[in-house]
């Protein structure tokens, strides 16, 4: 299995900071990466896909690149909807897996 | 917009058995696959299963493979989730999910484009 592993596991911050998550996996995937935002008590939701296509929807202070075994998350100018945490995952080969999340807080 | 609506969770001895459903609303169901994932109360993400959108093929992560089955129901835009022989490590909020490239065959390659709110399928004596 291919194992995802992100940098930091937590990470403080304050409304308008520009802050970077980077994720690792263990073999290279191409740019077969995803990463995905989740509230409490909230499902998942889909922010970047293919390492650094945004999706719908999303704002544009979001941003990702990377490719191979190395990727990084950016949020540029964070808001206050945008504490959370966040998930990398990767589509290139089954099992599909998830690294163990990044809590961004204040 | 789309709408995934799981059901069919809740309380269920060890050994015992427990079908998800999940009705898809606002696209097109048949050209796409589905997913199910899954979130152990306060730890990560974990991959379930894949069903392929035209219901040919199926993949499950290998610790589950052949306790869980996946399917569907084009003509009530409907997949369902079959677990079998359920453990207390198995509880968790299950999640269905669109997969995010038309007509995917695999389920590499692709992303959790939608998610259900999920259903909590807690194993326990």
Request: glycine share 12%; with cysteine.
């Amino acid at each position: 299995d291919i194992q995802m592993t992100q940098s930091p596991s937590s990470l403080s911050a304050s409304v308008g900071d520009r802050v970077t998550i980077s994720c690792r996996p263990s073999q290279s995937i191409s740019n077969y990466l995803n990463w995905y935002q989740q509230k409490p008590g909230k499902a998942p939701k889909i922010l970047i896909s293919s390492a650094s296509n945004l999706e719908s929807g999303v704002p544009s202070r979001f941003s990702g690149s990377g490719s191979g075994t190395e990727f990084t998350l950016t949020i540029s100018g964070l808001q206050p909807e945008d504490f959370a945490i966040y998930y990398c995952q990767q589509s290139y080969h089954t099992p599909l897996t998830f690294g163990q999340g990044t809590r961004l807080e204040i | 917009q789309v709408q995934l609506v799981e059901s069919g969770g809740g309380v269920v001895q060890p050994g015992g058995s427990l079908s998800l459903s999940c009705v898809a609303s606002g696209f097109n169901f048949i050209n796409y696959g589905m997913h199910w994932v899954r979130q152990s109360p306060g730890k990560g993400l974990e991959w379930v299963a894949f069903i392929r959108h035209d219901g040919g093929d199926d993949y499950y992560a290998d610790s589950l493979k052949g306790r869980f089955s996946i399917s569907r129901d084009d003509s009530k835009n409907t997949v369902y989730l079959q677990m079998n022989s359920l453990r207390a490590e198995d509880t968790a909020v299950y999640y269905c999910a669109k997969d995010g490239i038309w007509s995917g065959y695999y389920p590499t390659g692709g992303y959790f484009e939608h998610w259900g709110r999920g259903s909590l399928v807690t194993v326990s004596s």
